[in-house]
């Protein structure tokens, strides 16, 4: 076996359970990636991410380049040791970032220069920069520089943002730093034109990667339009490599996208979410901040196994929220990591059963009931 290897194990239509080997463990998909972007998972340590059922987190070089700098991280035993998560890491590129948070931006041929957000520091990041960065943080995938295309974008600024892309790809493969276990992952844009999308798939798997992502949805489009860009977009995947729908989403959006082929997510939701008082569960979204908890002795959802739901009461969750205590975003992440967890294990036992769309209905059944008899 490789150092670097993805093997399907089960499929039902075009759904698919499998494992990505690496040098740091194995990664189960449908795999959900908890968002670690400063080499944290906000409001949980590395242990309890692992704990949920996590086989991989996710940095990001944007974040990291800035503070505390890759080069440092370098030095200080690259980004596993640092964070303590000694499984596998996937870095995203820093590009939508760079399009979303950074000042005075600058794109030509080269790359993008721009201001910090953090200091009004002008930084430089080129395909050989980005590649050079994640190197340096050691990650086990990297992810090639692109340019995120807005949404909405019209067809002839669409085209020539992904043919710009393809060309940093092709860059980004010449300059990455192989080493073992180490994969490069290409990324398909083309926004909702059926065409371009082709071509970009068609582009990258020229380079060739181990891996292959979709990049340039849950920018706005809404969930109709994107699972129409999957459905257009996943027959020019390659079948026997991992792909990785980048920044989805909500639970039924992952459900409708492993349904269409997707093996690999992240999102900052579950984690964002944890810290603004809501939570996911089998029963659709929860706002502790509601006051219908107030005298709520039930748990959050009474068949999770998380500590939030074992330990404590929806008043007390009610309370820490109203309160601003730190606890509160400990306690509804690890329950919010938890059922993303268990739902994509969910996703992938149905898969090697065959049920999937049995499975499926009755997870969007639970979500469209809401909140409202206990559980």
Request: hydrophobic share 40%; proline share 6%; charged share 20%.
């Amino acid at each position: 076996m490789s150092d670097f290897s993805f093997t399907v194990s089960a499929s039902d239509g075009a759904a698919r359970a499998g494992v990505i080997s690496t040098v740091r463990g194995e990664i189960r998909t449908p795999a959900f990636m908890p968002v670690g972007t400063a080499g944290t998972v906000k409001a949980m340590l590395p242990e309890s991410v692992r704990e949920t059922g996590a086989d991989i987190v996710l940095g990001n070089t944007y974040h990291l380049m800035l503070r505390p700098g890759a080069e440092r991280v370098a030095r200080l035993g690259g980004l596993h040791k640092m964070m303590n998560w000694p499984r596998p890491i996937l870095t995203d590129s820093g590009g939508f970032q760079v399009m979303s948070l950074a000042q005075l931006r600058k794109l030509d041929e080269n790359g993008v220069s721009f201001q910090s957000h953090v200091d009004g520091a002008t930084y430089q990041l080129t395909p050989e920069r980005s590649m050079e960065i994640q190197a340096l943080l050691g990650s086990d995938i990297h992810m090639v520089l692109d340019e995120c295309t807005p949404f909405p974008a019209g067809e002839a600024d669409a085209e020539s943002s992904m043919a710009l892309s393809m060309r940093w790809a092709k860059r980004s493969k010449a300059a990455f730093r192989a080493a073992p276990g180490r994969a490069l992952f290409g990324i398909v844009q083309g926004s909702v034109y059926p065409h371009l999308r082709e071509r970009s798939a068609a582009a990258l798997k020229e380079i060739g990667f181990p891996g292959y992502a979709i990049g340039g949805l849950a920018v706005g489009e809404g969930q109709a339009r994107m699972f129409e860009v999957l459905d257009f977009t996943m027959p020019h995947m390659p079948a026997d490599r991992p792909r990785y729908l980048m920044g989805v989403g909500k639970p039924d959006d992952i459900i409708g996208a492993v349904m269409r082929g997707v093996d690999m997510f992240d999102c900052v939701l579950p984690t964002r979410s944890g810290r603004n008082g809501q939570a996911f569960t089998r029963r659709g979204t929860v706002n502790l901040r509601n006051a219908r908890h107030t005298d709520d002795p039930r748990p959050l959802d009474a068949s999770c196994r998380c500590p939030a739901c074992r330990q404590y009461s929806r008043a007390y969750l009610h309370h820490l929220v109203k309160s601003d205590e730190i606890l509160a975003s400990m306690l509804i992440t690890w329950h919010n990591l938890t059922h993303y967890q268990d739902l994509t294990a969910g996703l992938r036992e149905a898969i090697g059963g065959g049920r999937l769309h049995a499975h499926a209905a009755d997870l969007m059944r639970g979500y469209a009931e809401g909140d409202i008899e206990p559980i």
